[in-house]
């Protein structure tokens, strides 16, 4: 079992225990309330939980799976290549989840996006009055990452005088702001990243060699999307259940669609991906997208639809719902399926919302004391259709 995987059963067993311990017979109205809000709330945090994920089954993203669980439990500095839009920031989120540290602060910082007479000061912090414009003191991101996690992305754009420095700090575990002879302690695990070849930077005297012995203590590879096409259903998958939970429609792909994809080189990685399903929820919000619908260069080579591993999703039909066939708030003799009775008993209570709504959701949502955004969504899970919205 992964830890992901221990992690998931867990949580799943507290949200089990706690709510079966709330909940006696006769069910009352408000312990009842209470539960389902719980299961809805674990529901979210497992959805955001394996969002945050690799998500994929081939070899390369399982590989990284496995090296995340390697080097989670330790301090140990982490370096993550890999080429722009892999998804480096989502590992080493990923890492400090995993970790004792992930209670604490994970502070992101692109260091090639902060010019480098700035990047002293977001990293180390100020004085007062240390340079023009510095009118207050101003903690850096070593303090504010105090016990978590330092994210440093695109390492490979740091100017050289910043590596000296933050090698320092990586040896000695002190800095001292901008404008101050004051030593801090910091216990910040370092993670960074870059999509450079920093071995060839060397080489060329671009980058300090002490330094990325210092980061490169523990490796992890991010493979390009061209790489592991098999993945590419469960990202889009997870792309379109994401877009849902933004109260927003996304699509279908054909099998000749998606074939097309597969045999498509991404060169923007995932992140490429994840733009072409936004843009394709505006263009056919809802709707099913064919190799003829899909923009520009992605349809032009259309693959071959009849290898892929992979069932093309049909409509969603409305579910019909079966009653409980027991009095709700009497527990049967031979005992009963908890969650599939809750189940039943929101979905027969939603429908008598919308009944007397006239199926107009908002009126509905009102009535069961729940934001629309939430009705919503549970009107798509278990495949309700309301007469109008």
Not at 58 to 69: A, D, K, N, T, W
Not at 189 to 201: C, K, P, V, Y
Not at 332 to 337: A, F, H
Request: aromatic share 4%; proline share 6%; hydrophobic share 40%.
């Amino acid at each position: 079992m992964t830890l992901a995987d221990e992690n998931g059963r867990v949580l799943a067993e507290e949200l089990s225990e706690g709510a079966c311990a709330q909940l006696s017979f006769p069910v009352k109205h408000a312990d009842l309330t209470e539960v389902l809000r719980q299961i809805d709330e674990f529901r979210d945090r497992l959805t955001r939980r394996r969002a945050r994920r690799p998500a994929g089954q081939s070899e390369p993203i399982r590989q990284v799976r496995g090296l995340i669980e390697q080097v989670a439990p330790f301090d140990t500095n982490v370096l993550i290549l890999g080429e722009s839009g892999t998804g480096k920031e989502v590992v080493a989120r990923e890492v400090h989840n995993a970790s004792s540290r992930a209670e604490q602060p994970f502070v992101p910082v692109n260091c090639g996006a902060i010019p480098g007479e700035l990047l002293e000061s977001e990293l180390f912090g100020h004085e007062k009055g240390a340079f023009t414009g510095a009118i207050t003191a101003r903690k850096g991101r070593f303090e504010i990452a105090e016990g978590g996690t330092l994210f440093l992305d695109e390492i490979g754009d740091m100017p050289q005088p910043m590596q000296v420095k933050l090698l320092r700090v990586l040896q000695e575990r002190t800095f001292e702001r901008v404008g101050s002879n004051r030593p801090l302690e910091c216990n910040v695990r370092i993670i960074a990243a870059t999509h450079r070849n920093l071995e060839s930077m060397i080489a060329e005297g671009d980058f300090r060699e002490d330094l990325f012995y210092r980061l490169n203590v523990f490796p992890i590879e991010m493979p390009a999307l061209r790489d592991r096409h098999e993945d590419l259903p469960e990202l889009v998958r997870l792309m379109n259940a994401g877009m849902r939970e933004q109260d927003r429609p996304g699509v279908r792909l054909t099998r000749r669609a998606m074939a097309a994809l597969c045999a498509y080189e991404w060169p923007g990685n995932v992140r490429e991906l994840a733009n072409l399903m936004e843009r394709l929820a505006i263009i056919k919000p809802g709707g099913v997208v064919d190799l003829e619908d899909l923009p520009g260069r992605y349809g032009d080579n259309p693959g071959d639809p009849d290898s892929l591993q992979w069932e093309e999703p049909q409509a969603e039909a409305p579910a019909s719902v079966s009653l409980p066939t027991v009095d709700p708030m009497v527990l049967p003799e031979q005992g009963l399926d908890l969650r599939e009775h809750m189940a039943d008993m929101e979905q027969s209570l939603i429908r008598q919302a919308l009944e007397r709504t006239d199926g107009v959701v908002a009126q509905a949502a009102r009535l069961l004391q729940m934001r629309r955004t939430t009705l919503v969504e549970k009107l798509r899970k278990y495949g309700l259709q309301p007469e109008s919205s």
